[in-house]
């Protein structure tokens, strides 16, 4: 595996394990042998393998994939022996000095603590009206000690025993969601048994839990690209019904998730400033009301995200005031990641809009005109793509 870029057989096999996991917890679940925790499978362990400390100790990686590459070894060996009965001693010979050479990581190192909902997934896809309820939520139950930014820094966080996390860093971002609602909903406590934060459980609703946690993604991509122009996590294409043409259905954003790069558009009441529609992504619209302004030319857009909504939340994102975000682009790649942003007032596109990079490239990609700077990002965009851990597995 020296061989091979971290990256490739890293994600293989956190996937395998993500994927182990879940069957086993399904299987549980199916026989009876675990229960629901908030209307989803409960895990019924108290420790999981624990992917996030595999990506940054590649040594105990490695060691793991071994380990399973002999087991896998082993039972071909197994089953072979069941069928050649002439050569059945030494094949299970072989198969036992297989596991027994095995570099076995040490469980204290692989496992990791879990709670019951550690597997759930969100019910909200990420979407427009779920962050915008998780706004207002966490204006009234989290902002007094996390701060309006999401920095720790609230007007209640100095009068605390230990100085509240900030929401904002890629260490919080990267927990599992299933765990994170947990400690919303069950609070917090340090080593001593103290309570470090509140239990929500009996004031906040399933939903307005997983709506708060959508928030805090939108909030943390905000403060950093307010801060450092970048975002600390990926992003996905916040979901949200869209009209493509006066007469037709509104249907869901998701669709264009995975395969069809977006470029939102905030509207500036300028048509005049409105790019031109491009064959290479889907052009969607934002306004303030969620209405399509009469008179727009075709040839400049014809999809507008129709929830009021839409218009404060793709804002909070890009890290600017609602009243400031008219003329902002954002581009989602292929896979519904939101990957770039385009200012107001900028000619062109550039790398330094680059706001979520995936830190390594999966390829060369083909050398772009030197005056096209779009073309350039969007052949960046396809050549990394985000391989985004949360949790310690691939999404």
């Keep these: 595996m020296n061989g091979l870029p971290a990256q490739a057989w890293l994600n293989t096999l956190l996937v395998l394990l993500q994927n182990a996991q879940l069957a086993l917890l399904r299987l549980c679940h199916a026989l009876g042998l675990s229960g629901d925790a908030h209307g989803q499978p409960a895990w019924p362990w108290a420790r999981r393998i624990a992917g996030e400390t595999l990506l940054i100790d590649l040594g105990l990686a490695r060691q793991l994939a071994w380990s399973l590459g002999a087991t896998v070894f082993a039972l071909a060996l197994m089953t072979l022996a069941i069928a050649w009965c002439r050569h059945r001693g030494g094949l299970l010979a072989v198969a036992a000095l297989a596991l027994v050479v095995a570099p076995w990581p040490s469980p204290s190192l692989l496992l990791g603590s879990a709670a019951p909902t550690s597997f759930h997934t969100s019910p909200t896809q990420f979407s427009v009206d779920a962050i915008a309820l998780g706004a207002t939520v966490y204006a009234q139950r989290c902002a007094s000690c996390h701060g309006n930014d999401g920095r720790g820094e609230g007007p209640l966080a100095a009068s605390l025993k230990r100085w509240p996390p900030t929401l904002v860093g890629p260490l919080l971002a990267r927990r599992a969601d299933g765990e994170l609602f947990w400690h919303v909903v069950n609070g917090m406590r340090d080593a001593n048994g103290e309570p470090t934060m509140p239990a929500f459980g009996a004031t906040l609703s399933d939903a307005d839990t997983w709506a708060v946690l959508d928030y805090m993604k939108a ?44 470029r939102v558009v905030a509207f500036n009441g300028d048509p005049a400033s409105l790019p031109m529609l491009d064959p290479r992504f889907q052009t969607l619209l934002l306004t303030r009301d969620g ?80 005056a096209d700077g779009l073309t350039a990002l969007l052949l960046r965009m396809d050549a990394e793509p985000v391989r985004f851990v949360k949790g310690g597995f691939v999404h």
């Design 291 to 370: 209405t399509l302004p009469a008179g727009l030319p075709r040839f400049r857009t014809n999809c507008v995200a129709v929830s009021a909504q839409a218009w404060a939340v793709y804002a909070q994102i890009a890290g600017v005031p609602a009243n400031r975000l008219g003329g902002t682009e954002l581009l989602a790649d292929r896979g519904g990641w939101l990957r770039a942003r385009g200012t107001p007032g900028t000619r062109g596109w550039s790398d330094t809009d680059m706001v979520c990079r995936s830190g390594a490239a999966a390829g060369t990609p083909r050398e772009a005109p030197r």
């Design 219 to 262: 909030l943390a991509a905000g403060s950093g690209a307010a801060a450092n122009g970048s975002w600390p996590v990926p992003l996905p294409l916040p979901d949200t019904l869209v009209q493509c043409g006066a007469d037709a259905l509104p249907l869901p954003l998701a669709q264009w998730r995975g395969g069809q790069r977006v």
